[in-house]
């Protein structure tokens, strides 16, 4: 099983509304990922977790809060959002091998709009 | 901070023609280079992955090489198909830190 799933799909929520986005995968892989997308533009590094702990924080607002409760899940939790935060959000994963930096597989996203 | 450019930004071209996808990197410290196509509003799916230990990657039509000196990777697309249109990325690999190309927007014409 090859495959990282998100959910929702798709999320409307407005400036006040406390939401969570949530990722999974069954590979085995250690390190997860959240990025941030924007129309037309690549996707932005936000946060990388390596063995259940937080690595990486690219300066992303704290409302976003990234949480890994086991090494099959990966949660976005979101508060007090802004409307420029609507974006495409995906999660991905990785295998931490020894000798060799693997691919990273991606799910296929939640959709935000923040009103 | 790191920087990885995508040249050409867009690119159209007659189905059944061959063609070269750019990928550049400022920092040369790299562990490995994935290229991805992504389809409009969609997640991103793997096509090829380059270890920093290697020159190039095979797969079907697709053949990516990757030159750590110069600071770049190239994706060749052979006898393209319109299936093929889609926005294409590359992904430069750290120990941790990853970037994103700016991208490349194809469009084969039937």
């Known amino acids: 099983d090859t495959e990282v799933t998100q959910t929702p799909k798709h999320l409307v929520m407005g400036m006040t509304n406390k939401k969570s986005l949530k990722c999974e995968q069954h590979m085995g892989h250690r390190a997860m990922y959240w990025y941030k997308q924007k129309a037309k533009k690549p996707p932005e590094l936000m946060f990388v977790y390596s063995y259940e702990k937080l690595s990486i924080n690219e300066s992303v607002p704290s409302r976003f809060s990234p949480e890994c409760p086991n090494s099959s899940l990966l949660n976005l939790h979101l508060h007090a959002l802004q409307p420029e935060d609507s974006a495409l959000y995906l999660c991905a994963s990785r295998s931490t091998g020894t000798y060799t930096y693997n691919e990273q597989f991606f799910g296929p996203g939640t959709r935000l709009t923040v009103l | 901070k790191q920087e990885v450019t995508q040249i050409p930004a867009a690119l159209s071209v007659p189905e059944g023609e061959n063609l070269v996808l750019n990928c550049s990197f400022t920092?040369?410290?790299?562990?490995?280079l994935q290229w991805f196509r992504q389809d409009p509003g969609k997640g991103l799916t793997s096509l090829l992955l380059i270890q920093s230990s290697q020159r190039e990657q095979t797969s079907g039509r697709l053949n990516a090489s990757l030159d750590k000196s110069s600071g770049r990777s190239t994706l060749y697309i052979a006898a393209s198909q319109p299936g093929d249109s889609a926005t294409y990325l590359c992904?430069?690999?750290?120990?941790?830190?990853?970037?994103f190309g700016t991208g490349t927007k194809l469009q084969v014409i039937p």
């Open positions: 920092d040369s410290a790299i562990y490995n």
């Open positions: 992904l430069k690999g750290g120990y941790q830190k990853v970037t």
